[in-house]
């Protein structure tokens, strides 16, 4: 996957709102939209950070965030 330099994040959603973005404009169950942002967190190893806004991590977590 490519990731841009200027990271493309919405700075006032966590980062369980920043993934979860497209899944919501397509209307998926809560249930699925949970369990595939859990899934994605894993995978970028961010589980433990659903909760924290982009202006409180490094460029990479940021990175990272934007490839889930």
């Not at 939209?33 to 433990?48: K, P, S, T, Y």
Request: net charge negative.
């Amino acid at each position: 996957a490519m990731v841009f330099q200027n990271i493309a994040l919405f700075p006032h959603m966590d980062v369980y709102d920043n993934i979860s973005f497209g899944l919501r404009l397509r209307d998926f169950p809560q249930d699925e939209m949970d369990e595939r942002v859990d899934e994605a967190a894993r995978v970028v190893r961010m589980q433990g950070m659903l909760d924290r806004m982009p202006s409180e991590m490094s460029g990479g977590q940021r990175q990272r965030v934007a490839i889930a």
